[in-house]
């Protein structure tokens, strides 16, 4: 289901100055929510700084001007980090021929420069580079959009336990615009194929690649008419949500943002990416291991995330969600105004959350560096 919509931020200048004062900024040293949800708070909290250079320009020229910005792309699962940690941990365990046929194609068929980046820094190599594309690559071909999400309701079961997790996937995957454990398996097809273009295998391969981390996190596998928890206000840490956007209702902290980037920011503070994936090396050596040995299964990882963030994501939360009634949801502003209802549970992330969070994170972003070296030691035996 679309969960974009192509508001103006600003038509004039004196809107423009109103806009930037509404805006939220990332809290220092993180990275803005990153990848593949479906709300309009990334990319307006991502610029915000432009629309105050855009205003000091006019003031330094003299004149008024107006400027016509676009609302921001969905959140991005992991943050900017988190997708890069999987790409790094995953480099740790691919084959020798797998990791440098994955170099070859990337370099040879480069990602556009053309295209904006919205994660500046990092880029330690090719796959690294390539760990955000499918988010950048969204943003100017917004039919992927739902390729980054699938949205297990609340509720959901497994009549047949997991032989009937197919048939329940197809039911809730809109076969006209797909999502995320089908579009998986489709570039994975892609990239599989002998006789893909060369520069459509390297796409299928970044998508591929971030995908697989998509699938690892719980918000992009489940929702409780909320967006995967992007229309859930939450105070992390004393940083207390505030109203960003109030055409879509849409706030800033939110639970999404939380396990896109605030938990895994938190717990690894003063180091860097480098360092992150070799601790998560260390600590998951074993598991990895046994990870690897499993096959391929794009949807059962999705249930996985969709368990979890019942169990935890929500389960874990100190005020506890009512489960909604499915419906669609384009803005935090439908469903009744489900955002400034869940505003109002006045949700406040403390320790005992990220206690609670924290050793989530760290295994799902291990199990999708395992899985997504598993999958490309597959692809070049």
């Not at 005992?352 to 199990?367: G, K």
Request: charged share 25%.
């Amino acid at each position: 289901m679309p969960h974009q919509a192509s508001e103006r931020c600003c038509s004039a200048r004196r809107n423009l100055s109103r806009h930037c004062r509404e805006a939220a900024t990332p809290p220092a040293g993180t990275c803005p929510p990153e990848g593949g949800r479906h709300s309009d708070q990334a990319r307006l909290q991502a610029r915000v700084h432009r629309c105050r250079s855009l205003i000091r320009s006019a003031i330094l020229a003299g004149f008024a001007f107006a400027a016509a910005l676009s609302l921001p792309a969905p959140a991005r699962a992991w943050g900017c980090e988190g997708h890069e940690v999987i790409v790094l941990l995953a480099e740790k365990h691919l084959t020798p021929h797998a990791l440098a046929a994955v170099n070859k194609i990337l370099k040879e068929y480069p990602i556009d420069p053309a295209l904006n980046r919205f994660c500046k820094e990092g880029r330690i190599d090719p796959m690294s580079d390539s760990s955000t594309w499918a988010d950048d690559y969204r943003s100017v071909h917004s039919e992927t959009s739902p390729w980054h999400y699938i949205d297990f309701a609340p509720g959901t079961r497994l009549a047949a336990g997991r032989k009937d997790l197919g048939t329940v996937v197809d039911k809730v995957c809109d076969p006209r615009e797909s999502c995320l454990p089908r579009a998986a398996a489709n570039q994975l097809a892609i990239l599989r194929a002998p006789e893909t273009d060369p520069q459509k295998r390297a796409n299928a391969l970044r998508f591929v690649i971030h995908f697989v981390g998509d699938l690892h996190q719980p918000l992009h596998n489940s929702s409780n008419n909320d967006q995967g928890g992007n229309c859930v206000p939450v105070a992390y840490f004393g940083n207390l949500p505030r109203l960003t956007y109030s055409r879509t209702e849409t706030y800033a902290p939110t639970l999404h943002g939380a396990w896109d980037y605030e938990i895994l920011t938190r717990a690894t503070k003063g180091m860097s990416v480098d360092q992150v994936a070799a601790e998560l090396d260390r600590s998951f050596r074993k598991q990895i291991s046994r990870w690897q040995k499993e096959p391929i299964d794009f949807d059962g990882w999705s249930w996985e995330s969709f368990e979890l963030a019942w169990n935890v994501t929500y389960g874990k939360l100190p005020v506890q969600i009512p489960v909604e009634t499915p419906q669609r949801v384009n803005s935090c502003a439908d469903a009744d105004h489900v955002s400034a209802r869940m505003f109002i549970l006045n949700e406040r992330i403390e320790q005992p959350y990220q206690d609670a969070a924290l050793p989530v994170v760290r295994e799902r972003l291990a199990q999708s560096a395992a899985r997504l070296a598993m999958v490309l030691n597959q692809v070049w035996p």
